[in-house]
Nanobody
């Protein structure tokens, strides 16, 4: 089993930045592909970004390319999402996810094995 706990969400003004963190515990974190998803009010959950276990393969949704950066620190069992130039449409609950077998690109189309409980990000205009 893997437990994922997100943190770093909050309320910021448009144009601001936030850095989300996801701390993992349980199964060997450093062999998991990690990803971030988000769900805006009234919308389906959507893929944001993913990173393979070595940090050598990154994959982003087109909507966040150049704006968000995913990274990980396996020594700290943590994955990060740096979000810059935030816009009101980035408002959502952001979820951390992990998978034992999928690569970064595959995380965008397949259901991950494990999910965190989410952290709220609200961007005011």
């Amino acid at each position: 089993q893997v437990q994922l706990v997100e943190s770093g969400g909050g309320l910021v003004q448009a144009g601001g930045s936030l850095r989300l963190s996801c701390a993992g515990s349980g199964r060997a974190f450093n062999i998991l592909t990690m990803a971030w998803f988000r769900q805006a009010p009234g919308k389906e959950r959507e893929f944001v970004a993913a990173i393979n276990w070595r940090g050598s393969d990154l994959y982003y949704a087109d909507s966040v390319k150049g704006q968000f950066t995913i990274s990980r620190d396996n020594a700290k069992n943590t994955v990060f999402l740096q979000m810059n130039s935030l816009k009101p449409e980035d408002t959502a609950v952001y979820y951390c996810a992990a998978d034992r077998y999928k690569g970064a690109q595959a995380m965008a189309v397949g259901g991950p094995d494990y999910w965190g409980q989410g952290t709220q990000v609200t961007i005011s205009s």
